[in-house]
């Protein structure tokens, strides 16, 4: 079984930075394409960056693209959202979730990933 832990949300202004972490426990994390998704309030989970599990594959959304960065730490089996120059409609609670699929690959589908973190909220204030 795989646990995933997020933290680093907040309250920011615009133009703000925040740098989201997701732990990883329970299983091989370097074998793990991870992918980081978002919810706003009254909207469906959406995709916004996922890197394969050896790092050089890497994918984000149109929105966010220039802005954020993600990157991982196998070593410490960890994830990270770099997010800099927020916007309101970056207003959400943020997951991570784990695709343990033993393929790397990078993938925009919430089907594709068997583990999700309970989130963490990200408020961006204007």
């Known amino acids: 079984q795989v646990q995933l832990v997020e933290s680093g949300g907040g309250l920011v202004q615009v133009g703000d930075s925040l740098r989201l972490s997701c732990v990883a426990s329970?299983?091989?994390?370097?074998?793990?394409?991870m992918g980081w998704f978002r919810q706003a309030p009254g909207q469906e989970r959406e995709f916004v960056a996922v890197?394969?599990?050896?790092?050089?594959?890497?994918d984000y959304t149109d929105s966010v693209k220039g802005r954020f960065i993600i990157s991982r730490d196998n070593a410490k089996n960890t994830v990270y959202l770099q997010m800099n120059s927020l916007k309101p409609e970056d207003t959400a609670v943020y997951y991570c979730?784990?695709?343990?699929?033993?393929?790397?690959?990078?993938?925009?589908?919430?089907?594709?990933?068997?583990?999700w973190g309970q989130g963490t909220q990200v408020t961006v204030s204007s």
């Open positions: 979730a784990a695709d343990v699929s033993w393929i790397e690959r990078i993938s925009r589908t919430q089907y594709a990933y068997a583990y």
């Open positions: 890197i394969g599990w050896g790092g050089a594959s890497i």
């Open positions: 329970g299983g091989t994390f370097n074998r793990y394409n």
